[in-house]
């Protein structure tokens, strides 16, 4: 399974936006329930994962030389941390945070 992770990257000053950085990922033979937990509708999800990065090159159909960077994410040390929900519309249907 491949997806992307958002992180936020430190602020370079007082008045700067935030910044974020996305990360691809892949991860071998996932279960049903890390597939569900990353795939889900959800956004805002805090997750904390490990695994290694893994670089690769390859030629593209014209001859130029390619690199490709990726986390390969080990399962067993993926975890739920902390849910945020920013859905358009809540229960109510007035779009406020549900919590």
Not at 4 to 29: E, H, I, N
Not at 54 to 76: A, C, L, M
């Amino acid at each position: 399974m491949r997806f992307t992770l958002a992180t936020r990257l430190p602020q370079s000053g007082k008045d700067s936006k935030p910044r974020m950085a996305y990360v691809p990922c892949v991860m071998f033979k996932p279960s049903e329930a890390a597939v569900s937990l990353i795939t889900g509708d959800v956004q805002g999800l805090l997750i904390g994962l490990e695994g290694r990065v893994n670089t690769s090159k390859f030629e593209t159909r014209e001859g130029q030389t390619k690199y490709s960077t990726e986390v390969i994410v080990d399962e067993r040390n993926l975890e739920l941390l902390e849910v945020h929900v920013t859905s358009e519309t809540s229960e109510d249907g007035n779009g406020a945070d549900p919590r």
